[in-house]
């Protein structure tokens, strides 16, 4: 228990007092953003790389987790976030670059609470069209093997993620924690 609390402590998500007592770390509007600036960079870097690099598994892995992807609503179910984050390993992993796939992996658990935080508010049908349009066209700049395609697509797809969501949330919220 004391080694896990100390992993959850190095990577922002607990805190411990003097007595050892945990809680959850707030939402922090800074921590958002850097992870927002960080997935604008290595996101499209990434989906850069798959179409570059892609094989026939690859594509094929990425349109089996584009099968069964949806567009999130405010209450998702386990099943529709585990899709949803393997579509986008599917990406990384044809990128074939190992140390981007771990860090990005990396930051998916750590954004994955920011993600919780944007989905309480429905973006709306137009927003959620407009994602699966974008997973639709990600999914075919790969295939087709067009790198600054994927590379746009995944920029304006970072763009508008909950991620986006949770910093413009966060620096118009009136308390720290974001509620």
Request: glycine share 6%; charged share 30%.
């Given at each position: ?6 992993r ?24 958002a ?6 997935r ?9 790389l ?6 026939n598994a ?45 860090t ?15 989905l309480?508010t ?31 697509v ?7 993620s ?13 308390t720290?924690?974001?509620?």
């Amino acid at each position: 228990m004391r080694e896990a609390l100390r992993r959850l402590k190095s990577e922002g998500l607990v805190e411990l007092d003097a007595h050892r007592d945990a809680r959850v770390s707030p939402f922090r509007a800074e921590e958002a953003r850097d992870l927002l600036e960080i997935r604008r960079s290595l996101d499209p870097l990434a989906a850069s790389l798959a179409a570059e690099r892609r094989t026939n598994a690859d594509i094929h892995a990425i349109r089996a987790a584009a099968e069964g992807l949806a567009p999130l609503h405010p209450h998702p179910s386990v099943e529709q976030l585990v899709a949803h984050r393997r579509f986008h390993a599917a990406i990384y992993t044809a990128s074939h670059n190992d140390l981007l796939i771990g860090t990005l992996e990396a930051l998916w658990d750590k954004a994955d609470r920011y993600r919780l935080l944007a989905l309480r508010t429905d973006p709306g049908q137009d927003a959620r069209d407009q994602k699966a349009k974008e997973h639709e066209a990600l999914v075919e700049c790969v295939a087709l093997g067009d790198s600054a395609g994927a590379a746009e697509v995944m920029r304006k797809h970072i763009d508008t993620s909950l991620g986006a969501t949770a910093v413009w949330r966060l620096g118009h919220s009136d308390t720290d924690d974001g509620t």
